[in-house]
């Protein structure tokens, strides 16, 4: 039961971390093609390069400025589940 309570934990921990990390990208990119269809809708140019190239930019920087500790929540997020593999492995070897 302990087994299933780990693996329990541990997924919604992973849900949360990629929630984390993907929050950064999808709420700028949602903000800036807000922005450019409303420019789009008040100008009555319908051009659709105009709104992919925006959101590419904005990810972009999005990704240089928080990619760091985008990087940083998936590593420690690693290493605890290297951890709990060896403690269930260690736990295993110990019971009969």
């Known amino acids: 039961m302990e087994d299933i309570t780990n693996l329990l934990s541990l997924a919604d ?3 949360w ?3 984390l990390v993907a929050a950064p990208v999808l709420i700028a990119s949602l903000v800036v093609g807000l922005a450019v269809g409303v ?3 008040a100008t009555s140019v319908n051009e659709q390069t105009l709104t ?3 959101k590419l930019a904005i990810t972009a920087l999005v ?3 928080f990619g760091s500790s985008m ?3 998936i590593g420690d ?3 605890e589940i290297f951890a709990q593999i060896a403690n ?3 736990a295993e070897r110990v019971l009969p």
């Open 13 to 15: 921990k992973m849900l």
């Open 17 to 19: 971390v990629t929630a």
């Open 39 to 41: 420019v789009q809708a």
């Open 52 to 54: 992919f190239v925006p």
């Open 63 to 65: 990704l240089v400025l």
């Open 71 to 73: 990087m940083t929540l």
């Open 77 to 79: 997020f690693t290493q």
């Open 88 to 90: 269930i492995s260690q």
